[in-house]
């Protein structure tokens, strides 16, 4: 595979990956559910998933297209995210009925913690066929 190519492959994801969180971040309010604390557990567990999500997105893209040891590729792939996590808050300062707050950037960072703890400890179990069709 060519290296654009290979860049594409590995890079695509993340990206339309944060693409899809713009988006979401950008509507006025999403209810989740009528009853409020079902609403905010709903909420706040997307959080907790959209970031785990691009943790292991971002992680697979640097340790695909980057020669770097293990502890730098987890280091900046925690800084990104969290990156994104803080300008995906700012971002809703901007939209009408939104606010940015850093409990969210804190929800959002379990959900990284537990990316990195996946990347770290689990994907090492999976059968190799899936880590090699994902290229974990």
Known sequence: MSRAKRL???????V???GLIYFLSSFHKL????VSW??????????????FILYLLFY???????????WKIFFAVVILTVI?????EYHQTFINGRTGRMFDVGVDS??????????????TLLPEKIRKTFSI
Do not use: C, V
């Not at 594409?8 to 993340?14: D, N, R």
């Not at 209810?31 to 009528?34: E, G, I, K, R």
């Not at 697979?60 to 293990?70: C, D, G, H, M, Q």
């Open 38 to 51: 079902q609403d905010f557990i709903i909420r706040k567990t997307a959080h907790f998933l959209e970031y």
């Open 60 to 70: 697979r893209a640097l340790k695909n297209s980057a020669k770097l040891p293990l």
């Open 8 to 14: 594409i492959f590995f890079w695509l994801p993340p």
């Open 110 to 123: 379990l959900g990284i913690i537990a990316g990195l703890i996946f990347s770290r400890k689990t994907a």
């Open 31 to 34: 209810q989740a559910s009528p």
């Open 84 to 88: 994104y996590a803080l300008t995906d």
């Open 16 to 18: 339309l990956w944060m």
